[in-house]
């Protein structure tokens, strides 16, 4: 069964304190893992997508990296406003389904 | 820059009432998307549409029913309402299926069954 866990479920970081959270998968395929952002009341906004093992991408303070199991998303040096709940998602081969983990709630203290 | 519109953004319905709930973009997208986002579960895809004319179940369909009306539309109807239908739902659009493209999605609808 093609699953996606995310870890911790909540995370508190002071303002500076850098910190890794964790997305791992178990997909008959992986054709694409994607990660977002989503603030309260919101719907989730697209911030990366992976596609192979060893692919990394950045922006600002978030670098995701990926390998054959798990993607992980680096936060350097946080801010209050990287505060938000971040969630990862899977493709597999069947193009039109995602499967999202429960995702990571980060609260960031000044 | 619209991107996709969610109508309404809250409702409430007693048990056994029928609504459906509006989605449009315009950002040219073939795919469309349903989800539902329970606390602890993450999000789960209720229904798509790869493209205008189609329609598919996704992990969770039961008491939903879809409805691809244009390229634009896509709306998700509740015909008898259940208090396990209280969630808040979300649409999403994205490029054609076969491509590695992520889902652009709404501010959602959130939704309680008395």
């Known amino acids: 069964e093609d699953q996606v866990t995310q870890s911790p479920e909540a995370l508190r970081l002071q303002e500076g304190e850098s910190s890794s959270l964790n997305c791992s998968y178990t997909?008959?395929?992986?054709?694409?893992l994607f990660w977002y952002r989503q603030d309260p009341g919101k719907g989730p906004e697209f911030l990366f997508t992976?596609?192979?093992a060893g692919e990394e991408k950045e922006k600002e303070r978030l670098k995701a990296t990926l390998t054959k199991k798990e993607s992980f998303l680096h936060i350097t040096a946080p801010k209050p406003e990287d505060s938000a709940t971040y969630l990862c998602?899977?493709?597999?081969?069947?193009?039109?389904?995602?499967?999202f983990g429960s995702g990571t709630k980060l609260n960031v203290k000044p | 820059n619209a991107g996709v519109t969610q109508t309404p953004k809250f409702q409430v319905l007693k048990t056994g009432q029928s609504m459906t709930l509006q989605c449009a973009q315009d950002?040219?997208?073939?795919?469309m998307y349903w989800y539902r986002q329970d606390p602890g579960m993450g999000l789960r895809l209720i229904y798509y549409?790869?493209?205008?004319?189609?329609?598919d179940k996704g992990e969770v369909p039961n008491g939903y029913n879809v409805s691809r009306l244009n390229k634009r539309e896509f709306s998700l109807r509740l015909e008898s309402a259940a208090p396990s239908q209280t969630s808040v739902y979300f649409c999403?659009?994205?490029?054609?299926?076969?491509?590695?493209?992520?889902?652009?999605f709404g501010d959602g609808t959130r939704l309680s069954i008395l």
């Open positions: 992976l596609y192979s």
């Open positions: 998602a899977v493709q597999t081969y069947n193009f039109n389904k995602f499967y």
């Open positions: 999403a659009s994205s490029e054609a299926g076969n491509t590695y493209q992520p889902q652009h």
């Open positions: 997909v008959s395929g992986l054709r694409g």
């Open positions: 549409s790869a493209s205008e004319g189609t329609t």
């Open positions: 950002m040219n997208h073939n795919s």
